[in-house]
């Protein structure tokens, strides 16, 4: 669970620089649901590569590393009874 962790902490820094309420656990559904939409947004091929202003090789890297969010966000949502959204990008 430590990649969901740190992915939420890494959230949060953007979303409290918006003014919005830090994501914590337990996570609620619509936690859940806004997680789906942010990993889809991330794992869109213009912001995986971030315009192409990265290599393959970190791109990979970063999909990697937001496969394993998506991973650790599913097993979450198996054990919390939660419903996993469809990440489309996956």
Do not use: H
Request: net charge negative; aromatic share 8%; glycine share 2%.
């Amino acid at each position: 669970m430590q990649n969901l962790k740190n992915f939420i902490d890494d959230n949060n820094r953007w979303t409290l620089l918006i003014s919005r309420i830090a994501m914590t656990f337990p996570l609620s559904q619509a936690d859940v649901d806004s997680l789906a939409r942010t990993l889809d947004s991330k794992l869109s091929p213009e912001n995986l590569y971030c315009d192409g202003e990265i290599s393959r090789a970190e791109a990979n890297r970063n999909y990697k590393y937001l496969t394993r969010v998506a991973q650790e966000l599913e097993a979450y949502c198996a054990s919390n009874t939660l419903t996993m959204p469809t990440v489309y990008e996956l």
